[in-house]
Nanobody
Framework: QVYLAESGGEWVQAGDSLRLSCTAS????????MAWFRQAPGKEREYVGS????????RYEDSLEGRFTISRDNSKNTVYLQMNNLNVDDTATYYC???????????????????WGQGTQVTVSA
């Protein structure tokens, strides 16, 4: 059974940094692209960024590039989301997701992802 476990979410103040982690089990991690999405209350789940199966390529939602960085450690079956200079609009539940395709160009589309975690809450106060 595939399991994606996010961690690291917490309550922070605007301007702070935070690193989220997502550890995968039950799959061959090196065969999956990984992504982060987020969902704020009353809004659709939106794409944050993604990383190719081998870590060679990343891509981000345009508005987040420069503040958010995705990385992965295949030896630990873990993908990370480093978030800097957080603001109140970053408040959301953050989800990681796995896509079994090994394209270097990763997808921004929710339906392309095969497995999802339960999410971790990030709250940013002004």
């Amino acid at each position: 059974q595939v399991y994606l476990a996010e961690s690291g979410g917490e309550w922070v103040q605007a301007g702070d940094s935070l690193r989220l982690s997502c550890t995968a089990s039950g799959l061959t991690f090196t065969s999956y692209a990984m992504a982060w999405f987020r969902q704020a209350p009353g809004k659709e789940r939106e794409y944050v960024g993604s990383i190719s199966y081998n870590g060679a390529r990343t891509r981000y939602e345009d508005s987040l590039e420069g503040r958010f960085t995705i990385s992965r450690d295949n030896s630990k079956n873990t993908v990370y989301l480093q978030m800097n200079n957080l603001n109140v609009d970053d408040t959301a539940t953050y989800y990681c997701a796995a896509d079994r395709r090994t394209n270097l160009i990763t997808s921004r589309t929710k339906s392309d992802y095969d497995y999802w975690g339960q999410g971790t809450q990030v709250t940013v106060s002004a």
